[in-house]
């Protein structure tokens, strides 16, 4: 947890940033800091951190990746929404995944932008968010908009993400307080819905494209 000493001034937008690669963190809040107008007033390395840094701190902006420990972008964003908080969500990644995007949209994330893209785009999708408006590459936008719909249930997801995480089914069963005869049921309707072989290839195939 790491919070700036210094008080932004009226006018700035207040930013949370979340990024669990401290390299990358610390050179997006420099690069953050030369803009004006722009203040980053807290950084969290994971997403629950995130959540009871928003909390605190209540920020303008929170500006997250999707793949972080503890809790994902996409579940923080979430949290974030279900929690009242007016702060506006822009995730910021590697995965240029159509499946990713949706969810990110039905989270209510205003903001979709690729690590690769210039740090004055970033600048320019968090004053554009901070109006009311969105800021989502066109492109992956349509993408998103012509892809497969998700085909998981929460609890489908959740089982997938246990198997992708290497757990065995005993250890699934006990996790979500499921009976092994019930979660073989669970992961037999996911190999169907996802035209897969067995539970790996489920994992495999919805981790691809960004179900999980």
Not at 43 to 56: K, P, S, Y
Not at 142 to 156: G, K, V
């Amino acid at each position: 947890m790491n919070a700036n000493k210094s008080l932004p001034t009226r006018k700035s937008i207040r930013v949370l940033l979340a990024e669990d690669q401290t390299m990358l963190r610390g050179a997006l809040t420099a690069l953050l800091e030369l803009e004006a107008g722009i203040t980053v007033i807290a950084q969290a390395t994971n997403g629950r951190e995130a959540l009871c840094l928003a909390r605190e701190y209540s920020p303008d902006i929170v500006v997250t990746d999707i793949e972080m420990p503890e809790m994902t972008g996409l579940e923080f964003a979430m949290a974030l929404r279900d929690s009242g908080s007016k702060a506006r969500v822009i995730i910021l990644t590697t995965f240029a995944r159509s499946g990713y995007l949706r969810r990110a949209l039905e989270a209510g994330v205003r903001g979709y932008l690729l690590k690769d893209r210039p740090a004055s785009e970033l600048a320019e999708a968090i004053r554009r968010v901070h109006a009311g408006l969105q800021s989502i590459d066109p492109a992956l936008a349509a993408e998103a908009w012509n892809a497969d719909p998700d085909p998981l249930s929460e609890r489908e997801r959740q089982i997938l993400k246990l198997v992708n995480s290497g757990r065995s089914s005993t250890e699934i069963a006990q996790q979500l307080h499921l009976s092994e005869g019930t979660l073989r049921n669970y992961l037999s309707e996911i190999i169907s819905k996802l035209g897969a072989t067995n539970r790996t290839d489920a994992a495999r195939i919805a981790h691809s494209r960004g179900w999980l």
